[in-house]
C-alpha cells in the first residue's frame, strides 16, 4: 500500500504491484531442422530443461520466471501444416488456420483475423535521427525471464542459451539479450531507475526523482490499473477469441514487444519543465496532485473526457488517452463465472526501464546501430487478449480513439502525452502458449 511518496507504508491508500527487480528478454532464431522428428526432439529437450531449472528456482521474485513466446516465423516456417488430426484441429490443417481467431474483429472486418497479427508502426513512431525506420523484427522465439537476482538470472539464461551438457543452446541463435530493471524506492532506498541512470552517467539521470521505478518519474503498476487475471488470456471472455472452451491455445495470451529510448532531458526540461506539467502529460491536463508525488490515482476517464480535454486545453494525457480502449466499458461476465465491473484493466504490463542502447547484445549490431553508451529507454512488453487490442491502445496513444475520432494536432506534439519525449526503434508481436504447451508448441501434430 502506498501514500503516494512511492514508499510501501501502513498509511497508504494505494494498492501497487511490485514487479521483480530485473527482467532480461532473449530473442532467438531456431537452429533445428524444419523437420517432424527434429521439432518433437527439440520439444522434449526444451520441456525437460525448463522443468529441471524450475525445480532448482522457485518463481520471481526470490526466484526466477520463465515465460517462453512464439512469434509468427515460427508458425509459418516450422509448423507449415499440422499432419494429425485430434480434438483441437483436423489432420492437413495448414498455417495460420489453427491459430487463435479475434472472433471480435473477425466479425467487424467481415473476414478472418488472428489474435497474433504481425507488428506495425504507429503514428507517433519516430526512431532517433540517423537511426532508420522502426525495425519490425522476424524473431522465431522470444524468453521473458524475471526475478530480484541478476546471478540467478544469469545462469538461467546460461542453461537455456549455452551449449554444454543437460542445456538448450543447440536449438537456438540468439538474435539479442535485453536487459532492464524496474523498483526498488518502495523499501525507502533509491529506486533503481535513479542509482542506475546517475551511475551510468545519462544526460537528465539527476532529475529523475530518488524513489521512483522507473525513469519518467510516476508509478505505473497500482493494481486497479492492471488486468484481473486472467482477463488479458484468450479465452476469458464470451465472443473475444474462439479458445472457449477447448483450444488448443487456452490460458495464452499475446505479448507485443518494442524498445524506445526515453529522452530524460526533454521530459524534465524542454519540453515539461514543471511537475504539474509533467502530470498532465502522464495523467490528465487540468488535474494536480501534491509535489514530488510519486504514486498518482488519476480519476477514470472515458472517451468524452478525453474529447474534452483535447477541446479545452488541446492536450490530452498519456494514461488517459488509453482507459477507453484498455478499459472494460462495460460490466462483462467472463467465461469462468466472476464478474467484472466497468473499467476493470484489460491488459497487463511487463515492461522494464533499460539502458540498453538499443540491446545488451545483437547479432546485428550494425542493423541495430548498437552502442555501449548507455542510453535511457524502455523494453515494453503487454500481455493482451489479442494484437488488436494492442493495436487500438497504441493508436489511442496517438489521439486516434474508437470510431476514428482523432486530436487535431500532431501525435509527436507535447500536447500528445509522452510521444515527443519517446523514440522507437523496435517491435515484435508474440504468443505465450500455455503453461502445458510452452515448448514448440504444436509439434507434436507434425508428421
Same mark, same amino acid.
Given at each position: 500500500?502506498?501514500?503516494?511518496?512511492?514508499?510501501?507504508?501502513?498509511?497508504?491508500?494505494?494498492?501497487?504491484?511490485?514487479?521483480?527487480?530485473?527482467?532480461?528478454?532473449? /530473442?532467438?532464431? $531456431? +537452429? @533445428?531442422? *524444419?523437420?517432424?522428428?527434429?521439432?518433437?526432439?527439440?520439444?522434449?529437450?526444451?520441456?525437460?530443461?525448463?522443468? =529441471?531449472?524450475?525445480?532448482?528456482?522457485?518463481?520471481?521474485?526470490?526466484?526466477?520466471?520463465?515465460?517462453?513466446?512464439? *512469434?509468427?516465423?515460427?508458425?509459418?516456417?516450422?509448423?507449415?501444416? $499440422?499432419?494429425?488430426?485430434?480434438?483441437?484441429?483436423?489432420?492437413?490443417?495448414?498455417?495460420?488456420?489453427?491459430? &487463435?481467431?479475434?472472433?471480435?474483429?473477425?466479425?467487424?472486418?467481415? !473476414?478472418?483475423?488472428?489474435?497474433?497479427? !504481425?507488428?506495425?508502426?504507429?503514428?507517433?513512431?519516430?526512431?532517433? &535521427?540517423?537511426?532508420?525506420?522502426?525495425?519490425?523484427?522476424?524473431?522465431?522465439?522470444?524468453?521473458?525471464?524475471?526475478?530480484?537476482?541478476?546471478?540467478?538470472?544469469?545462469?538461467?539464461?546460461?542453461?537455456?542459451?549455452?551449449?554444454?551438457?543437460?542445456?538448450?543452446?543447440?536449438?537456438? +541463435?540468439?538474435?539479442?539479450?535485453?536487459?532492464?530493471?524496474?523498483?526498488?524506492?518502495?523499501?525507502?532506498?533509491?529506486?533503481?531507475?535513479?542509482?542506475?541512470?546517475?551511475? *551510468?552517467?545519462?544526460?537528465?539521470?539527476?532529475?529523475?526523482?530518488? $524513489?521512483? &521505478?522507473?525513469?519518467?518519474?510516476?508509478?505505473?503498476?497500482?493494481?486497479?490499473?492492471?488486468?484481473?487475471?486472467?482477463?488479458?488470456?484468450?479465452?476469458?471472455?464470451?465472443?473475444?477469441?474462439?479458445?472457449?472452451?477447448?483450444?488448443?491455445? +487456452?490460458?495464452?495470451?499475446?505479448?507485443? %514487444?518494442?524498445?524506445?529510448?526515453?529522452?530524460?532531458?526533454?521530459?524534465?526540461?524542454?519540453?515539461?519543465?514543471?511537475?504539474?506539467?509533467?502530470?498532465? @502529460?502522464?495523467?490528465?491536463?487540468?488535474?494536480?496532485?501534491?509535489?514530488? /508525488?510519486?504514486?498518482?490515482?488519476?480519476?477514470?476517464?472515458?472517451?468524452?473526457?478525453?474529447?474534452?480535454?483535447?477541446?479545452?486545453?488541446?492536450?490530452?494525457?498519456?494514461?488517459?488517452?488509453?482507459?477507453?480502449?484498455?478499459?472494460?466499458?462495460?460490466?462483462?461476465?467472463?467465461?469462468?463465472?466472476?464478474?467484472?465491473?466497468?473499467? /476493470?484493466?484489460?491488459?497487463?504490463?511487463?515492461?522494464?526501464?533499460? %539502458?540498453?542502447?538499443?540491446?545488451?547484445?545483437?547479432?546485428?549490431?550494425?542493423?541495430?546501430?548498437?552502442? +555501449?553508451?548507455? @542510453? &535511457?529507454?524502455?523494453?515494453?512488453?503487454?500481455? /493482451?487478449?489479442?494484437?488488436?487490442?494492442?493495436?487500438?491502445? =497504441?493508436? @489511442?496513444?496517438?489521439?486516434?480513439?474508437?470510431?476514428?475520432?482523432?486530436?487535431?494536432?500532431?501525435?509527436?506534439?507535447?500536447?500528445?502525452?509522452?510521444?515527443?519525449?519517446?523514440?522507437?526503434?523496435?517491435?515484435?508481436?508474440?504468443?505465450?502458449?500455455?503453461?502445458?504447451? =510452452?515448448?514448440?508448441?504444436?509439434?507434436?501434430?507434425?508428421?
Amino acid at each position: 500500500m502506498d501514500d503516494g511518496s512511492g514508499v510501501a507504508s501502513s498509511k497508504g491508500t494505494m494498492a501497487v504491484a511490485i514487479p521483480p527487480f530485473h527482467a532480461h528478454v532473449i /530473442t532467438a532464431k $531456431l +537452429k @533445428a531442422p *524444419a523437420r517432424a522428428k527434429a521439432l518433437q526432439e527439440a520439444q522434449r529437450h526444451l520441456e525437460e530443461v525448463l522443468k =529441471r531449472l524450475e525445480q532448482q528456482y522457485m518463481p520471481a521474485p526470490s526466484g526466477v520466471t520463465i515465460t517462453i513466446a512464439w *512469434a509468427l516465423p515460427y508458425f509459418e516456417h516450422y509448423i507449415p501444416r $499440422l499432419g494429425k488430426s485430434s480434438s483441437y484441429f483436423d489432420a492437413g490443417t495448414p498455417y495460420p488456420m489453427y491459430l &487463435p481467431v479475434d472472433v471480435t474483429t473477425s466479425k467487424e472486418l467481415g !473476414r478472418t483475423v488472428y489474435a497474433l497479427q !504481425r507488428s506495425r508502426t504507429f503514428p507517433s513512431d519516430e526512431p532517433p &535521427p540517423g537511426f532508420g525506420p522502426v525495425r519490425l523484427e522476424d524473431n522465431d522465439v522470444a524468453v521473458l525471464l524475471r526475478g530480484d537476482s541478476i546471478t540467478k538470472i544469469l545462469d538461467v539464461t546460461n542453461t537455456l542459451f549455452g551449449t554444454g551438457d543437460g542445456q538448450a543452446g543447440d536449438l537456438f +541463435k540468439v538474435t539479442s539479450i535485453r536487459r532492464g530493471f524496474t523498483g526498488g524506492g518502495h523499501t525507502g532506498r533509491q529506486g533503481l531507475a535513479s542509482k542506475l541512470a546517475t551511475q *551510468a552517467g545519462v544526460p537528465g539521470a539527476k532529475f529523475i526523482p530518488r $524513489l521512483s &521505478p522507473i525513469f519518467l518519474g510516476f508509478t505505473t503498476t497500482l493494481r486497479d490499473a492492471e488486468s484481473s487475471t486472467p482477463v488479458s488470456n484468450f479465452e476469458t471472455f464470451p465472443g473475444w477469441t474462439d479458445q472457449w472452451p477447448n483450444g488448443y491455445f +487456452k490460458q495464452g495470451t499475446i505479448m507485443p %514487444l518494442s524498445h524506445l529510448f526515453e529522452d530524460l532531458v526533454a521530459w524534465y526540461s524542454k519540453d515539461f519543465p514543471t511537475f504539474e506539467e509533467r502530470i498532465h @502529460a502522464m495523467f490528465r491536463p487540468g488535474i494536480s496532485f501534491p509535489p514530488n /508525488t510519486i504514486t498518482a490515482d488519476p480519476p477514470e476517464q472515458n472517451e468524452a473526457d478525453v474529447l474534452s480535454d483535447v477541446k479545452k486545453f488541446h492536450a490530452y494525457g498519456h494514461n488517459g488517452s488509453m482507459q477507453p480502449v484498455n478499459r472494460l466499458q462495460q460490466e462483462l461476465t467472463s467465461n469462468y463465472g466472476h464478474v467484472y465491473p466497468v473499467n /476493470t484493466a484489460i491488459t497487463n504490463r511487463g515492461d522494464f526501464a533499460t %539502458l540498453d542502447n538499443p540491446f545488451h547484445y545483437t547479432s546485428d549490431p550494425v542493423g541495430n546501430h548498437y552502442s +555501449k553508451q548507455p @542510453a &535511457p529507454g524502455l523494453h515494453f512488453l503487454l500481455f /493482451t487478449p489479442t494484437t488488436e487490442i494492442f493495436n487500438r491502445v =497504441r493508436l @489511442a496513444m496517438d489521439g486516434v480513439l474508437p470510431g476514428g475520432r482523432s486530436a487535431p494536432f500532431s501525435p509527436r506534439s507535447s500536447g500528445a502525452g509522452l510521444n515527443s519525449v519517446m523514440h522507437t526503434t523496435h517491435r515484435q508481436n508474440f504468443l505465450i502458449p500455455p503453461r502445458s504447451r =510452452r515448448s514448440f508448441p504444436l509439434a507434436e501434430f507434425l508428421t
